[in-house]
């Protein structure tokens, strides 16, 4: 946990912090593996999203990994979400599907589809790698 230093004033404030939203996501996440836009009210923009679902995966990988949270209760969570999305999300050609736009709120980049390109289609991209390479230092 090199990222936190441990004369951080502040570090347990983050590692508590990290801990009570790991809990919180881990408590909404949907059947199939994703989240959804708002993760407490599927009919508002409910449906599968990836950039989130991706950075959710980056985070609980990354706790696993570093030791903050258990791999027993989080590794089922997180190989949910990374194999959902490899399944729904990758098109066969690489381009990745369900990304949210850009926009001052959810309303702004809907609807999240699989074929829509989003206006800011890098960032979905990053988010799905970052959230790879975590995955991948779990082995």
Not at 30 to 45: A, K, L, P, Q, Y
Not at 74 to 96: I, T
Not at 103 to 128: L, W
């Amino acid at each position: 946990m090199d990222e936190i230093p441990t004369n951080e004033k502040h570090r347990a404030d983050y590692i508590n912090d990290f801990l009570t939203m790991s809990r919180a996501i881990k408590n909404c996440q949907r059947t199939d593996g994703f989240w959804n836009v708002s993760m407490h009210d599927e009919s508002n923009f409910g449906g599968k999203e990836t950039s989130g679902t991706a950075l959710f995966v980056y985070g609980m990988a990354w706790g696993v990994r570093n030791g903050l949270l258990d791999k027993k209760e989080y590794l089922p969570v997180l190989l949910k979400a990374w194999n959902a999305m490899v399944k729904d999300a990758v098109h066969p050609n690489g381009f990745l599907g369900l990304v949210q736009g850009t926009g001052k709120e959810p309303k702004d980049s809907q609807p999240v589809t699989y074929d829509k390109v989003p206006d800011f289609e890098d960032f979905g991209v990053g988010c799905f790698l970052l959230a790879g390479s975590e995955v991948y230092k779990l082995n």
